[in-house]
């Protein structure tokens, strides 16, 4: 079993700045893509940023050249630098990571259990 666990939400001003983490932890072989995700009141659970084992990313629309994702496969924790904050930034942030927790076992895909943002002023 993998589990995840965000940190890092919270409230924040129009324009202002939050970095949040996900570390997994448990049975990992092989650690693949990893991802943030949102799910805003009363909307659908979009993917907002994803990156690779090697690092190549890819960003929703409505953040790019504000949100930044990084990993560390040291410590199996993935980031999200999130810049210049909007109002409709606001949601739960999920992290979900694509583990093969055997040699030669199947991938799965693990969700953490999300972190409030919210951006108000």
């Known amino acids: 079993q993998v589990q995840l666990v965000e940190s890092g939400g919270g409230l924040v001003q129009p324009g202002g700045s939050l970095r949040l983490s996900c570390a997994a932890s448990?049975?990992?072989?092989?650690?693949?893509?990893m991802g943030w995700y949102r799910q805003a009141p009363g909307k659908q659970r979009e993917l907002v940023a994803a990156?690779?084992?090697?690092?190549?990313?890819n960003y929703t629309d409505s953040v790019k050249g504000r949100f930044t994702i990084s990993r560390d496969n040291a410590k199996n924790t993935v980031y999200l630098q999130m810049n210049s904050l909007k109002f409709e930034d606001t949601a739960v942030y999920y992290c979900?990571?694509?583990?093969?927790?055997?040699?030669?076992?199947?991938?799965?895909?693990?969700w953490g259990q999300g972190t409030q943002v919210t951006v108000s002023s």
């Open positions: 448990g049975n990992i072989f092989s650690m693949y893509t």
């Open positions: 979900n990571a694509d583990v093969r927790s055997r040699k030669w076992g199947s991938r799965d895909v693990y």
């Open positions: 990156i690779t084992s090697g690092g190549r990313s």
